[in-house]
């Protein structure tokens, strides 16, 4: 399947929405560079998950060092046509870390495995397969 995408104007971001248990929408940066999905905690704190709930931590290095972040297994998360169910992300608090962002986090490429996928930036499209 083939799915429209929007570009930040001024970064020339890919954005993309992702729906999370079938009910709550975010918009999200899709980054080839980052391994794993990523959201901002103050945003999936207000989607009604608490904080607390985490499953465990992991330490990522970033741009900025090395930070630890909370792991927290989503039922059901979906993007540009792919369902993932019991999908972990890393949750972590942007503004704490100094990332002043408009947008909920990065779909990293964990979210693509076992998928093939093509990005053309021409057509603004994100193939599927």
Same mark, same amino acid.
């Given at each position: &399947?083939?799915?429209? *995408?929007? $570009?930040?104007?001024?970064? =020339? #971001?890919?954005?993309?929405?992702?729906?999370?248990?079938?009910?709550?929408?975010?918009? &999200?940066? #899709? @980054?080839? =560079?980052?391994?794993?999905?990523? +959201?901002?905690?103050?945003?999936? !704190?207000?989607?009604?998950?608490?904080?607390?709930?985490?499953?465990?931590?992991?330490? /990522?290095?970033?741009?900025?060092?090395? %930070?630890?972040?909370?792991? *927290?297994? %989503?039922? $059901? *998360?979906?993007?540009?046509?792919? %369902?993932?169910?019991? *999908?972990? +992300?890393?949750? !972590?608090?942007?503004?704490?870390?100094? /990332?002043?962002?408009?947008? @909920?986090?990065?779909?990293?490429? @964990?979210?693509?495995?076992?998928?093939?996928?093509? %990005? @053309?930036? $021409?057509?603004?499209?994100?193939?599927?397969?």
């Amino acid at each position: &399947m083939s799915y429209k *995408f929007k $570009r930040e104007p001024e970064s =020339g #971001l890919i954005l993309v929405h992702v729906e999370i248990d079938n009910k709550y929408e975010l918009n &999200m940066i #899709l @980054d080839t =560079g980052a391994t794993n999905t990523t +959201i901002d905690s103050n945003a999936l !704190y207000l989607l009604g998950h608490d904080l607390k709930d985490n499953i465990g931590t992991v330490e /990522i290095e970033t741009a900025n060092g090395i %930070i630890e972040t909370e792991v *927290f297994e %989503i039922e $059901r *998360f979906v993007s540009l046509g792919l %369902i993932k169910e019991k *999908f972990q +992300i890393q949750v !972590y608090d942007f503004l704490s870390h100094g /990332i002043f962002s408009d947008y @909920d986090g990065l779909l990293g490429l @964990d979210f693509f495995e076992g998928t093939k996928f093509c %990005i @053309d930036t $021409r057509e603004n499209t994100i193939d599927c397969h």
